[in-house]
């Protein structure tokens, strides 16, 4: 088992844009040891999906795993463990909805974010086979985020008002979601 350091916002690896993996070397040793890596990272971590430049891997290999059951996100629908080889998100529609994101990458913070709620992702998956699937709702926002990284974006980029943009610990303490309401609202009003 091999835990990854999780690089935090400030490293440069996460504003560099991730190389295409060479398809060809799916399925190699390296590749094989770099989906265990981040296995084992995210499994650690506790979170729903891990990029390969957040372990210092400038390239487009992603992971998530939405285990069914509720977790800090609440009752979500289940994502198997998958592997995401040089992904391509294509906006299926303009429905739009906003969630409050957190990151590995920036932990202790959480962001009011509003995206695409219907989406299709073309991939390689672990054994370099060409796949295509479509997901809606939160779990688009996951994907979307973790395929953020890939193109050396973080949630906090994609933040309307700095107002929406709160501790973690402060976010729970005092039921920011709810208090913050109406400035939710206006910035999904504005995007839309």
């Known amino acids: 088992m091999t835990v990854r350091e999780i690089i935090r916002m400030g490293h440069p690896t996460l504003r560099e844009a991730a ?5 060809e070397s799916i399925g190699s040793p390296a590749f094989d040891q ?9 499994a650690a ?13 400038r390239v487009q290999v992603a992971l998530v795993h939405i285990p069914g059951g509720p977790h800090r996100y609440g ?42 709620q219907r989406i299709a992702i073309d ?31 973080l949630y906090i980029d994609h933040i309307e008002d700095s107002r929406l943009l709160v501790f973690e610990d402060q976010f729970l303490e005092h039921d920011v ?10 910035v999904t009003r504005r995007i839309l």
């Open 19 to 23: 190389e295409p993996y060479p398809v």
């Open 34 to 42: 770099l989906v265990e890596d981040l296995t084992d990272t995210l």
């Open 45 to 57: 971590s506790g979170g729903i999906g891990l990029a390969a430049p957040q372990i210092n891997e």
């Open 75 to 116: 009752d979500l629908e289940t994502v198997p463990l998958t592997v995401y080889v040089n992904p391509v998100i294509r906006v299926l529609d303009d429905s739009r909805q906003g969630y409050w994101e957190g990151c590995l990458s920036v932990p202790g913070l959480r962001g009011f974010v509003v995206r695409p």
């Open 123 to 153: 991939y390689y998956d672990r054994g370099g086979k060409p796949q295509h699937t479509e997901v809606t709702g939160f779990t688009a926002t996951v994907f979307q985020h973790e395929f953020d990284h890939l193109q050396a974006k």
């Open 177 to 186: 979601d709810e208090r913050t309401r109406f400035l939710q609202e206006e």
